[in-house]
């Protein structure tokens, strides 16, 4: 299952800087010390964009370490060595256990599951709002583009003569 999210991680990467390579294609393509909205706001996008994928697969790779780890058997494996954080032998001295652990790519998350069903997960807690946020800033530029293409378009179809 890690070969799964290795290949995430690399289509992860490589889109990320194919949205870096465009938005700095486009600045360089324009040259001018002042860029056009639409510019700036398609540029913002694709930055926006390549931030949100490059946070994300920063989520996967947490979940790769971490399933790596855990399915590497042996002597001591048991329980998950990801699922051993802080305070794991005090709750296991209490009676608790660690049950199991799940996977989950949107978000990313490497849950751990204990005797009592409680679950506390491996990846940080900032991943997916960072990544919702760079998302909907990426998508709120990409559109903000197109509308401000379609108003300088309907500006200049009124300023046409009628017979042309």
């Known amino acids: 299952m890690w070969f ?3 290949l995430f991680l690399v289509i992860a990467a490589v889109t990320a800087f194919g949205l870096v390579g465009y938005g700095c294609s486009v600045l360089a393509r324009r040259g001018e010390r002042r860029v056009e909205a639409t510019v700036a706001l398609r540029t913002l996008a694709a ?3 390549a931030a949100a994928i490059a946070v994300y697969a920063w989520g996967l790779l947490h979940v790769a370490g971490s399933l790596m780890e855990a399915e590497d058997g042996g002597t001591d494996s048991a329980p998950a060595r990801p699922c051993r954080t802080s305070g794991w032998l005090e709750r296991h001295e209490g009676g608790i256990e660690i049950s199991g652990y799940s996977v ?3 978000p990313p998350g490497f849950v751990c599951e204990t005797s009592d069903g409680g679950s506390y997960d491996i990846v ?3 991943i997916g709002p960072a990544v919702l946020g760079f998302a909907l800033a990426g998508a ?3 559109v903000s583009a197109g509308y ?3 108003l300088r378009a309907r500006g200049r179809a009124r300023r046409a003569p009628a017979g042309r």
Do not use: D, K, N, R
Request: hydrophobic share 35%; proline share 6%.
């Open 4 to 6: 799964l999210t290795l």
């Open 47 to 49: 930055f926006s964009g």
């Open 104 to 106: 989950s790519y949107v």
């Open 124 to 126: 940080p807690g900032y």
């Open 140 to 142: 709120g530029c990409a």
């Open 148 to 150: 401000v293409t379609e």
